[in-house]
Structure formats: structure tokens, C-alpha cells
């Protein structure tokens, strides 16, 4: 199994940037996927997440200014990330596991995880 983040770089306030999260060695259509980040020193935070069905939930921090997506025939699952601000600064990993989630509150039950690409939002 693979998951593999690609997408992260350098931006400025106000910019935006699509994650792509490659994946396989697994029912991709079947599993539910999702994206968080990690700040050095600070916890897991479970940013989005997409059901098979393609039921999405967010967390409040991005609401509005991120989107989740999958396409199926690619294995592949998206982040847009627009109207990024320096607090988004953080290392991006995509997740995977067969149930969906419920909503973004916890990121338990991970099958399995990708080592992540870094997004540094700064002037």
C-alpha cells in the first residue's frame, strides 16, 4: 500500500495550492479518505474528509476556503486550498481507513497514512 502527497511548496497570504494524494495497493473507491495536518509541536489536526459516496465534512478552520475531492479512476484524492493564510503553514498527510467518517472531530481507525508534503504559507 501507498499514499503519496504531492503539491505542498511555498505560497503567500491570500494564495492558493492543490494537494494531490496518489494512492495504491487497496480498494481505493471503497475507503473513505482524508487530510490533516501537523504543525511541529502541536497535535494532529483532521482537516477534511471524503466518503466513498463522496460525503465530505470540514473543520471549521477551513470551511469555505478548502476542498476535498477523489477521482476514482486515478486513485487519487484532492485538496484545493485557496484564500491560504500563514496559520495553514504545516506539514499536509492524506489517510485512509473503510468506514467513513462522521465528521472531523477525530482521526481514528487510519489503515494506513502518507508521509506527507509541506505547505509553508509566508510572505
Known amino acids: 500500500v501507498q499514499l503519496v502527497e504531492s503539491g505542498g511548496g511555498l505560497v503567500q497570504p491570500g494564495g492558493s495550492l492543490r494537494l494531490s494524494c496518489v494512492t495504491s495497493?487497496?480498494?481505493?473507491?471503497?475507503?473513505?479518505m482524508a487530510w490533516a495536518r501537523q504543525v511541529p509541536g502541536k497535535g494532529l489536526e483532521h482537516m477534511s474528509n471524503?466518503?466513498?459516496?463522496?460525503?465530505?465534512y470540514y473543520a471549521d478552520s477551513v470551511k469555505g476556503r478548502f476542498t476535498i475531492s477523489r477521482d476514482n479512476a486515478k486513485n487519487t484524492v484532492y485538496l484545493q486550498m485557496n484564500s491560504l493564510k500563514p496559520e495553514d503553514t504545516a506539514v499536509y498527510l492524506c489517510?485512509?481507513?473503510?468506514?467513513?467518517?462522521?465528521?472531523?472531530?477525530?482521526?481514528?481507525?487510519?489503515?494506513?497514512w502518507g508521509k506527507g508534503t509541506l505547505v509553508n504559507v509566508s510572505s
Open positions: 489517510a485512509t481507513r473503510p468506514r467513513p467518517w462522521s465528521d472531523t472531530r477525530a482521526l481514528a481507525g487510519v489503515s494506513y
Open positions: 495497493g487497496f480498494s481505493f473507491s471503497r475507503y473513505a
Open positions: 471524503i466518503a466513498s459516496d463522496g460525503t465530505t
